[in-house]
């Protein structure tokens, strides 16, 4: 089993930072890329970033594109026990609560689409006032 635990969340003002931490443990050798999406109350979840297992490969929402910054741990035993989101010039539209996923197979490609993932966290709730 893989387990995914998201913290760093919180309540901060607009044009704040946070930086989001999701750790993985269990059978971390299955766990290849990964990826943050957010839900906001009344919508649906949304795609925030991926990143690939070696950490080369990244993609981003339109939506976050230039202020959120997806990176996983460098060193080498634990490349695929932690995942970061790197979260500055929050707005009051970013407030959601943030889930961290992964997938247990390796892909060329970075997945949006939430049912490409197979392992979720709970969620950490971000709050932007503005």
């Known amino acids: 089993q893989v387990q995914l635990l998201e913290t760093g969340g919180g309540l901060v003002q607009a044009g704040d930072s946070l930086r989001l931490s999701c750790v993985v443990s269990?059978?971390?050798?299955?766990?290849?890329?990964m990826g943050w999406f957010r839900q906001a109350p009344g919508k649906e979840r949304e795609f925030i970033a991926a990143?690939?297992?070696?950490?080369?490969?990244?993609?981003?929402?339109?939506s976050v594109k230039g202020r959120f910054t997806i990176s996983r741990d460098s060193a080498r035993e634990n490349a695929k026990n932690m995942v970061y989101l790197q979260m500055n010039s929050l707005k009051p539209e970013d407030t959601a609560v943030y889930s961290c996923?992964?997938?247990?197979?390796?892909?060329?490609?970075?997945?949006?689409?939430?049912?490409?993932?197979?392992?979720w966290g709970q969620g950490t709730q971000v709050t932007v006032s503005s």
């Open positions: 996923a992964a997938r247990k197979s390796p892909s060329s490609i970075l997945y949006t689409l939430e049912m490409a993932y197979d392992y």
């Open positions: 269990g059978r971390t050798f299955s766990v290849y890329d």
């Open positions: 990143i690939s297992w070696s950490g080369g490969r990244t993609d981003y929402a339109d």
